[in-house]
């Protein structure tokens, strides 16, 4: 789950003393503290005791808390009739699903001769229209889908990229805040 900037505070910085001794006997030391130069560590940071690290994240179950509410009418379009609602933002559509279809050229029609339009004749007829007509919907519903979860992801990633340019900011802060504290007591 995305957090938003602002919850991304980071944690104290924790210097203890020698071996031995009680946490409490370290330097607690705040960011803003660094920054205003107010607090220094009495033992080198290398006695580092305590670091919020964050764990790998699996890019499935990273949700982006956004508003996304897709016309009515498009998700009824993009739903098979009597099945669950499509939602675009659980849905993934697979490699093949959306590879590129060819383009099929038309067989030439060929004219039948009344005389020869007899029950079976009329019977495939009734047969391929209505697999002509299942294969249209099928595809519409398909376009319709892609479509609906091609707005959501577009939304998504609008709002990705935002949320980049923030992070990539409070690196530069934290970046600066780095190198003057490292200007000021000495690499870490």
């Not at 003393?17 to 607690?28: C, F, K, R």
């Not at 004749?121 to 697999?131: D, F, L, P, T, V």
């Amino acid at each position: 789950m995305a957090r938003p900037v602002s919850d991304r505070t980071p944690a104290p910085l924790l210097l203890g003393g020698p071996v031995g001794t009680p946490p409490g006997g370290g330097a607690l030391l705040g960011l803003r503290s660094l920054l205003q130069g107010t607090s220094k560590p009495k033992e080198p940071a290398s006695c580092l005791t305590s670091r919020d690290t964050p764990s790998p994240v699996d890019p499935d179950t990273v949700e982006v808390l956004m508003t996304f509410e897709p016309d009515p009418a498009d998700l009824a379009l993009s739903s098979i009739p009597g099945h669950e609602t499509f939602d675009p933002r659980r849905h993934r559509f697979s490699e093949e699903e959306l590879k590129p279809q060819p383009i099929m050229k038309k067989a030439r029609k060929i004219q039948v001769p009344e005389e020869q339009k007899d029950e079976k004749y009329w019977s495939r007829r009734y047969k391929n229209n209505e697999a002509a007509k299942r294969s249209r919907d099928a595809r519409r519903l398909k376009e319709n889908q892609i479509s609906v979860r091609a707005a959501f992801l577009e939304k998504e990633n609008a709002l990705l990229r935002q949320e980049v340019v923030a992070v990539r900011q409070e690196l530069s802060h934290y970046r600066a805040v780095l190198s003057r504290y490292q200007a000021q007591h000495g690499a870490l």
